[in-house]
């Protein structure tokens, strides 16, 4: 009897081992799915600063703007939700040929009716908060764009003479990061870039316009929502 109860326990410990075995091989398998999509690198390096000016230039700009940090090298948005009293306001933080990046100020009105810079989002943070949720795979001339584990959009490459794509980091963020402020809340709008062996810059040609609601909390902390294809 007793030979017989240890036969047993032996069983259930095999059956649950093969069980607990089982589970981890789907839980493995789920992950190296996830896995086998890649993360995109980011083209800014770290945040990016306030504009920095003569002290003198600042004087006089204080003379004439209660913003003198502000800069408008690409021409700027701005859009007022009298709902919220939210004036959304984007400016450039990088600007060129193929690099287009923002920040977005959020002003307020005090109760003297004078202008107030509430929050700021860094481009930088904006990058490396899409560079937790952005990946890709490459099959031949095929890229699939990913949030996460959710497929986004499938774009074929079209480039022929790049030299195909870059072995060690081919997709990046970060050359253009910007927004549309045209309806009550912003929208981040971002696309990445392709780098081939071939030349020193990224290639935007066949790569869709990206786009996410973004919101700020009071704490000046942002969460950007469900990122989809801009139609």
């Known amino acids: 009897m007793k030979k017989i109860f240890i036969c047993l326990l032996a069983i259930i410990g095999l059956a649950a081992a093969c069980g607990r075995q089982n589970q981890e091989n789907a839980d493995v398998q789920a992950l190296d799915t996830y896995e086998g999509t890649k993360q995109m690198a ?6 990016l600063p306030s504009d920095v000016m003569p002290d003198s230039v600042l004087q006089a700009l204080d003379k004439t703007t209660r913003f003198p940090n502000i800069r408008h090298t690409r021409q700027p948005m701005a859009n ?8 959304w306001l984007t400016t450039s933080a990088m600007a060129g040929t193929g690099v287009h990046v923002d920040w977005l100020h959020q002003i307020r009105f005090g109760e003297d009716n004078k202008a107030f810079v509430k929050m700021e989002v860094n481009p930088y943070d904006v990058q490396q908060e899409l560079l937790k949720r952005m990946r890709y795979t490459i099959d031949g001339e095929t890229i699939t764009l990913y949030d996460g584990e959710q497929p986004l959009v499938i ?8 030299g195909g794509f870059d072995d060690e980091q081919p997709l990046w963020i970060g050359e253009q990061l910007y927004y549309d402020v045209s309806g009550e ?3 981040l709008v971002f696309v990445p870039g392709v780098k081939y062996t071939t030349g020193l810059v990224l290639t935007y040609d066949d790569m869709p316009e990206l786009i996410a609601p973004i919101t700020i909390d009071d704490n000046g ?8 294809v801009k139609n």
């Open 42 to 47: 980011g083209t800014m390096e770290g945040p």
């Open 185 to 187: 809340a912003p929208t």
């Open 155 to 162: 774009v074929t490459n079209t480039m022929t003479d790049m």
């Open 80 to 87: 007022y939700n009298a709902k919220t009293g939210d004036l």
């Open 221 to 228: 902390r942002f969460t950007i929502h469900d990122i989809s």
